[in-house]
């Protein structure tokens, strides 16, 4: 009889970098599980791409978890009355934290994860952040990602069990560039996915932080993007 391959949960947002995440884990054997969260962001095309994605990668489920946090506000991305910032240079990008940033976003979306994980009885969660190119928020770190693998444990009843959770980040440590060559390499469909954070009838805008990260890194791996962008 076949040994059954592990399962694992993965963020999925639709976007270049937890699409490749996903593929990562189908490539190191995990029976992936998706998971997508309607937080509250402006825009829902990126559920619809995570979608699309989730199938086109052979995911074993996906699901998508409601939590509105833009109850809350005090981001970009939550909240239309703030201006998504655009045609920042990268200097202007490492300079602060932007309006972009979701207050604990990737602390609510990994909590979702985890409890995920125990109702399939699983102890491996994958996530797409990255700590090279990217803009600058605080939960991407090495340090927030180590920090979360050691509340799983105290968190859950797994853990108290004697499970020990891990939090794979396989993008970590990567340029933009590096992604992307990654992706190519596991066969990730790119025209499917959207990094925009203000895209337009489904078209990224070309100039949010999301986007200029996304089109150097293409450029840096000697790629096109093959993303429908506003003219």
Request: aromatic share 6%; hydrophobic share 45%; net charge positive.
């Amino acid at each position: 009889m076949a040994r059954r391959a592990k399962r694992a949960v993965v963020l999925l947002s639709g976007g270049l970098d937890s699409t490749t995440c996903l593929a990562v884990a189908r490539a190191r054997g995990f029976e992936v599980h998706a998971l997508s969260v309607e937080y509250g962001q402006r825009h829902r095309e990126e559920l619809r791409r995570a979608r699309l994605v989730a199938r086109a990668l052979g995911a074993a489920s996906h699901s998508v978890v409601k939590v509105d946090l833009s109850t809350f506000g005090g981001s970009a991305l939550t909240d239309r009355k703030l201006r998504v910032p655009k045609g920042r240079s990268p200097a202007r990008m490492s300079r602060s934290i932007p309006i972009t940033y979701v207050p604990a976003r990737n602390t609510v979306l990994l909590a979702l994860a985890l409890a995920r994980a125990e109702t399939l009885g699983a102890t491996d969660l994958f996530l797409g952040v990255n700590a090279i190119d990217y803009s600058g928020y605080p939960d991407c770190r090495p340090a927030f990602v180590r920090a979360f693998a050691r509340l799983a444990d105290l968190a859950t009843r797994a853990g108290v069990e004697g499970a020990r959770f891990r939090i794979h980040a396989p993008l970590q440590r990567l340029t933009k560039a590096g992604i992307v060559r990654l992706g190519r390499r596991l066969g990730v469909p790119f025209a499917l996915t959207l990094s925009c954070y203000d895209p337009v009838r489904g078209r990224a805008c070309g100039r949010c932080d999301a986007c200029q990260l996304r089109l150097r890194g293409f450029a840096e791996a000697g790629q096109t993007d093959p993303a429908a962008y506003v003219r």
